[in-house]
């Protein structure tokens, strides 16, 4: 065989063996495959915290996520139930991110995107251990992964908030990670060392006590405040949680337009607060949170005389200009 003859099989090799690479790195698999995991590292959880670990999740948001949005269902599946989500079905998400495809007649059914195929309740899949830990036998590695079910494989990460950011950062409004990154406090902190790596809730005051320091008067006379109601430095907007439904009910709390305005505690927190976002909303866009809300409930006097100045607000001058300040 001629030397151009030996070359010109060599490329056909070379293009056949790129092809199928390409082939197997964009084939979408819907469950675990052992052939193509990396080499974990780590020790493998024993029954006893396997089963800590599980019994943990299944308290959580995270065990329960079935989507009802009929063909919107194998989109938000992407960080819902990533097992099933089917990333080939590039028109469904596209129609997804278009508002205009879940406008509906209030109390109606969402309509089905008109290319989506809906992931029934029996197929779904939460979100199970090995989304996030590699599978050893019949348990986990406790080191940290994430399945990328898009390239079929296991992609690692750094710690534990580059793998929440997986699904909690931007998404729909959404933006945890953007407002701890923007956060004065907690900003270096990893989002499990707040919240459960497993799901257990959290609180402020799991770190915090609220009757102590130098803000314990005011956290008192305001029971009914989520704490980012007040300490947000992101400019939410607050109300109080109407939907006896919420875990907010009855709170006056920040919100976030996602998908809907949601109760939202924000994660852009400050140790100082501005009064006046309820008490003395200016301007004609601004919310009135707190109406009619009168001086003697913040400056109390048997006669009604207020002796303490709101040090948020200007005295009015001589002139009259309540912007002013007094000499």
Same mark, same amino acid.
């Given at each position: 065989m001629s030397l151009e003859r030996w070359v010109y099989v060599a490329l056909v090799l070379l293009v056949i063996g790129l092809f199928a690479v390409t082939a197997q790195v964009s084939s979408v698999s819907s469950f675990y495959s052992p052939d193509i995991?990396?080499?974990?590292?780590?020790?493998?959880?024993?029954?006893?915290?396997?089963?800590?670990? @599980?019994?943990?999740?299944?308290?959580?948001?995270?065990?329960?996520?079935?989507?009802?949005?009929?063909?919107?269902?194998?989109?938000?599946?992407?960080?819902?139930s990533p097992m099933n989500w089917d990333p080939s079905q590039e028109l469904a998400a596209i129609e997804a991110r278009d508002c205009g495809s879940c406008k509906r007649t209030p109390g109606a059914e969402r309509p089905s995107l008109p290319s989506g195929i809906a992931v029934t309740e029996a197929d779904w899949q939460d979100i199970a251990c090995e989304i996030c830990h590699i599978p050893s036998g019949d348990s986990y590695y406790k080191g940290i992964a994430y399945w990328n079910q898009k390239l079929g494989q296991y992609e690692p990460v750094e710690n534990t908030t580059e793998l929440c950011a997986k699904c909690h950062e931007g998404q729909h409004g959404f933006e945890v990670i953007e407002e701890q990154e923007s956060s004065v406090i907690h900003k270096e902190m990893k989002c499990t060392e707040c919240h459960g790596a497993h799901g257990l809730t959290s609180s402020c005051t799991d770190c915090h006590d609220p009757t102590t320091g130098s803000g314990a008067a005011e956290h008192l006379r305001h029971?009914?405040?989520? +704490?980012?109601?007040?300490?947000? @430095?992101?400019?939410?907007?607050?109300? #109080?949680?109407?939907?006896?439904?919420?875990?907010?009910?009855?709170?006056?709390?920040?919100?976030?337009?996602?998908?809907?305005?949601?109760?939202?505690?924000?994660?852009?927190?400050?140790?100082?607060?501005?009064?006046?976002? +309820?008490?003395?909303? #200016?301007?004609?866009?601004?919310?009135?949170?707190?109406?009619?809300?009168?001086?003697?409930? +913040?400056?109390?006097?048997?006669?009604?005389?207020?002796?303490?100045?709101?040090?948020?607000? #200007? @005295?009015?001058?001589?002139?009259?200009?309540?912007?002013?300040?007094?000499?």
């Open positions: 995991i990396p080499t974990p590292v780590g020790e493998v959880a024993s029954p006893a915290e396997l089963q800590a670990a @599980r019994e943990e999740w299944l308290l959580s948001a995270h065990d329960d996520t079935y989507d009802s949005g009929m063909g919107a269902d194998t989109t938000c599946a992407r960080c819902k029971p009914n405040v989520n +704490c980012t109601g007040c300490h947000d @430095r992101g400019d939410l907007t607050i109300w #109080q949680e109407a939907d006896p439904l919420s875990k907010h009910y009855g709170q006056y709390i920040t919100r976030r337009f996602a998908h809907a305005l949601t109760s939202w505690p924000s994660h852009d927190l400050s140790r100082q607060v501005v009064c006046q976002r +309820c008490h003395h909303p #200016q301007g004609s866009q601004m919310l009135i949170v707190v109406p009619g809300i009168r001086c003697d409930q +913040c400056h109390e006097h048997a006669e009604g005389a207020v002796w303490m100045w709101c040090t948020y607000f #200007q @005295r009015n001058n001589a002139t009259g200009d309540p912007q002013a300040t007094m000499p």
